[in-house]
């Protein structure tokens, strides 16, 4: 089945403890990205990557890593979790974004940070 | 003010109505824009591209008006099944590729 999987689901964590959210896509995805997702806000893109080894702030990268070694995996590192990272996280991924190709969302991840 | 704004609703509509809403966006070198629907707690997922013509989908219409820096979507005969929150997506430009998200526009089809 095509989708894109990301883990945890949930997390509870404390401020200042390395975390990483991992997602991966069995579609030879191209395109990848990670997204918060706010009440009133809506969604925010926090990293993209083009393809591997490519990857592009988007509007709200700090306190944010990522890394494309692989195409299918696009992890999403918080070196050093604050408590205003508290949110639900989607990461997504599509074809290409060049060709309108739509964005095939994980389940999300609520992250939360005490 | 914000790249895209959407009026956050919510839009309380009775069942077999048409309703509307626009999005508006800042950037005049948008390349693409796209209507996704989210129900609560859950990813959003596609619901359709928006093209310079306009496009039709079902019950669905949506529109681009460049000159004005909109979109919208138009949902004829709704459906109990309609009410979810509308996000309106812009593609920022052609060497950027950034996806930008309005904030939504909240849906209630009543019976």
């Known amino acids: 089945e095509a989708q894109v999987t990301q883990n945890p689901r949930y997390l509870i964590t404390v401020t200042g403890k390395k975390l990483t959210v991992t997602c991966s896509q069995n579609?030879?995805?191209?395109?990848m990205s990670w997204y918060r997702q706010d009440p009133g806000l809506g969604l925010r893109q926090i990293y993209y990557?083009?393809?591997?080894?490519?990857?592009d702030k988007g509007d709200v990268p700090e306190g944010y890593k990522v890394s494309r070694k692989e195409k299918r995996n696009f992890p999403l590192i918080l070196e050093s979790p604050s408590p205003n990272q508290t949110s639900l996280y989607f990461c997504?991924?599509?074809?290409?974004?060049?060709?309108?190709?739509?964005?095939?969302f994980g389940d999300g991840t609520r992250l939360s940070i005490l | 003010r914000k790249e895209v704004e959407q009026d956050p609703g919510p839009f309380n509509v009775p069942e077999g109505a048409t309703v509307a809403f626009n999005c508006t966006y800042s950037?005049?070198?948008?390349?693409?824009f796209f209507w996704y629907r989210q129900d609560c707690r859950k990813e959003p997922k596609l619901l359709m591209s928006?093209?310079?013509?306009?496009n039709e989908d079902g019950r669905f219409t949506a529109q681009l008006n460049r000159a004005s820096q909109y979109i919208s979507l138009l949902i004829r005969d709704s459906k109990l099944s309609d009410s979810a929150t509308y996000l309106c997506?812009?593609?920022?430009?052609?060497?950027?590729?950034?996806?930008?998200w309005g904030a939504g526009t909240k849906l209630i089809i009543k019976p």
């Open positions: 997504a991924s599509s074809l290409s974004v060049r060709l309108n190709q739509p964005q095939h």
């Open positions: 579609m030879n995805h191209e395109y």
């Open positions: 990557s083009m393809n591997v080894e490519v990857t």
């Open positions: 950037n005049s070198a948008s390349q693409s």
């Open positions: 928006v093209y310079s013509s306009g």
């Open positions: 997506v812009v593609l920022l430009g052609v060497s950027n590729y950034q996806l930008i």
